[in-house]
C-alpha cells in the first residue's frame, strides 16, 4: 500500500488513464496528487500575463484528474508548477514525500524517442522511486 501517489498530467487521455490506475493502487488513506508543469523550455514564463492562460490549462488538467476520483473516497491534491517537467516531477516527489509514480506514455519510439527525449524515460530512470508506467492505447 502506498501513502502518497503522484499522477503527472499534460491533459492527455494518457494521463487519465494512468490516474485510473493510480486510484486502483489507492487505499482509502493513501493520498493522490496530480500536477501539471508548465515547461519553461517552450514558454517565457517571466510575463505573468502568459503564464496565467497556461496556469488555467494546468487547474484544467489536474482537476480533470481529481474529477475521476470522486465517489472512490480518495483525496487529490492537484498542483501547477513551472520547470521542465521530468526535473520538476522529481523535485514534486522529494518535496511531497511521494512513494510512487504512476505516469502514462504516448507510446512513442524509436528516432522520435531518441531525438527527444522522454518525459516518462526520464522520470523511470532517475526517480528514486518506484514508477508505473501505463502505456498507450492503440486507438482504431
Partial sequence: MYDRILVPTDGSDHA??????????AGQDTEVHALHVIDTRL?????????APLR???ERFT????????GTG????????????AQAILDYVAANDV????IGTRGRGGLVHRL??????????H???????VPAVEKG
Avoid: F, K, Q
Avoid at 127 to 133: E, I
Fill in 116 to 125: 527527444l527525449g522522454s518525459t516518462t524515460g526520464y522520470v523511470v530512470t
Fill in 16 to 25: 487519465e488513464r494512468a490516474m485510473e490506475a493510480a486510484l486502483e493502487m
Fill in 63 to 70: 482537476g480533470r484528474l481529481a474529477d475521476t476520483a470522486e
Fill in 74 to 85: 480518495v483525496s487529490v491534491t492537484t498542483a501547477v508548477e513551472l520547470g521542465r517537467p
Fill in 43 to 51: 514558454y517565457d514564463t517571466s510575463i505573468d500575463s502568459a503564464v
Fill in 99 to 102: 512513494d510512487l509514480v504512476v
Fill in 127 to 133: 526517480a528514486t522511486v518506484p514508477v508505473h508506467v
Fill in 56 to 58: 488555467r490549462d494546468g
